[in-house]
């Protein structure tokens, strides 16, 4: 089902031939990787439908070679993960009795680039590259001088960013002989990308929603509250207790860590190559984050060239304001998960215990903030904003009624921000190049956008009394939020 939703995601356009002006020519802009004839008589010229890789159909986009790690790049590096029991600095192999080894490697590496297999870009293959679209309706609804362009990650079998790394994990478990994998899922995304991955190398994948009582950590979170709403913290407990208790299973993570913004990377990677294509430098890269994985994807690439002082461009996280980590989060050392068997991440949190209210962008319902994101953000390599999901919804539908895609409520907050900025434009006179992430379409999601049609959609925030930061370095504690109720065998 989320092959064919990916697949009906797809939009045409005509290829343009060499003959057209290099304005047309750049206009014309990439589809997924499938091509359509339309039959035609002799006397008449055949029609070509041609999908491309790039906004410009004279550009050959490859799929990258490597993933980028910024870690190698930044001046100062981020802070360690803590053990969870022991408040030391985590050894890798204390992360032996959730992940296979290569993927710990990649957890902790300085390395600039790292290979990927052939076998994942055989996969990769399938959807990758992904258009770099330029939305040339959307500025003529808005008036704007801007230009827009968008990095549309929605062609994949999952309908979203997602595969870019499940592929990768399934593959490093499969060739470490794991039989088994389990992880949890917010919106749905990850957890049918995981699944599509698994079965291409013959694991088993258990996906966890939550709250359950599959789990002592769900049975928990149940009995304090029977009408829980679940978040990605409890569903990350969950699958983490399956996985560090069965010695056949592995736990695969959908965002927060290292080696999933590495994989993302190609994101980067790819439009790079496309932005260099259009003789177009970005002005300002703008994604929506929860856990950060699709923002670190398209942004981390360009962050390196702005380091290196080739462009200058500026980088703006968009997060929901019922979920606002990165704008009134704390940094601080805390547990990924709600009942604390995760490593100790120094990140942007509102706590381990916070539960986010139940906003159609589930993707986005994280208390923390990718360690990395973190520290860039500290670093002052970025900004960021929280939008309200009203505004977030009523921006996807201006692009819905333009673009001819629906987006997933969760790029819908970078749809938000970028036609604020175009609006902005138009106020100044700035002709800026925008590039926002468009990380997945949201044919999943025809009921969020039923209920704001409906006008029973609300705005919810994130008062200052619901922020829950931890008391550096998180000590434990009983119950939930605690770990004094589940002791896991972590290596030591």
């Not at 977030?392 to 970078?414: D, K, M």
Request: hydrophobic content about 40%; glycine content about 8%.
């Amino acid at each position: 089902m989320a092959a064919a939703a990916a697949a009906s995601a797809s939009t045409l356009r005509p290829a343009v031939s060499q003959a057209a002006g290099p304005e047309q020519r750049a206009s014309l802009l990439c589809t997924p990787k499938h091509r359509h004839r339309v039959a035609a008589s002799a006397s008449r010229r055949s029609l070509r439908f041609t999908a491309r890789a790039s906004s410009n159909p004279g550009a050959k986009v490859s799929i990258p070679k490597q993933w980028y790690n910024l870690i190698a790049d930044l001046p100062v590096k981020p802070p360690p993960p803590l053990h969870p029991q022991t408040h030391q600095p985590l050894n890798p192999s204390d992360l032996s009795p959730l992940f296979p080894d290569e993927l710990i490697r990649q957890e902790v590496t300085d390395e600039r680039f790292v290979d990927i297999p052939e076998e994942v870009i055989d996969v990769y293959k399938l959807w990758r590259p992904t258009p770099l679209i330029r939305a040339r309706r959307l500025e003529k609804l808005l008036g704007t001088p801007a230009k827009i362009y968008y990095k549309y990650e929605g062609t994949s079998p999952a309908g979203s960013h997602k595969p870019n790394t499940a592929v990768p994990q399934a593959w490093y478990n499969a060739a470490a002989g794991v039989k088994n994998v389990v992880t949890e899922t917010g919106a749905g995304q990850w957890g049918s990308a995981l699944s599509f991955a698994s079965s291409l190398f013959g694991l088993n994948c258990e996906v966890h929603p939550s709250p359950s009582t599959a789990t002592e950590a769900g049975k928990k979170i149940l009995e304090a509250d029977p009408s829980s709403p679940g978040s990605l913290g409890i569903a990350i407990s969950e699958a983490v207790e399956v996985a560090a208790t069965n010695a056949d299973t592995k736990y695969c993570l959908g965002s927060v860590l290292n080696h999933v913004l590495l994989h993302q990377t190609v994101i980067g990677e790819e439009c790079l190559e496309q932005m260099a294509a259009l003789g177009e430098t970005p002005d300002v890269v703008i994604g929506c984050t929860g856990g950060g994985s699709n923002f670190g994807g398209l942004a981390f690439p360009f962050l390196r060239e702005k380091l290196r002082g080739n462009m200058s461009p500026a980088f703006r996280a968009v997060e929901p304001a019922a979920c606002p980590t990165l704008t009134k989060g704390v940094y601080a050392y805390d547990f990924g998960d709600t009942a604390g068997l995760t490593p100790l991440m120094k990140m942007h949190t509102l706590g381990h215990g916070f539960i986010p209210d139940p906003i159609h962008a589930g993707g986005l319902r994280y208390h923390g903030m990718a360690p990395l994101i973190s520290h860039v953000y500290e670093l002052g390599f970025m900004d960021a904003i929280a939008i309200q999901q009203t505004e977030c919804f009523q921006a996807a539908l201006q692009f819905a009624r333009t673009e001819g895609i629906i987006p997933a409520p969760e790029p819908a907050h970078a749809i938000a921000a970028a036609i604020r900025e175009a609006l902005e434009c138009k106020r100044t006179g700035e002709e800026k190049v925008i590039l926002m992430a468009m990380c997945g379409h949201g044919h999943f999601d025809l009921a969020a956008y039923e209920k704001y049609l409906r006008g029973d959609m609300v705005d919810l925030s994130h008062p200052a009394e619901k922020l829950r930061p931890p008391s550096p370095p998180c000590p434990k504690s009983d119950g939930i939020g605690g770990t004094a109720h589940m002791q896991l065998e972590w290596s030591k």
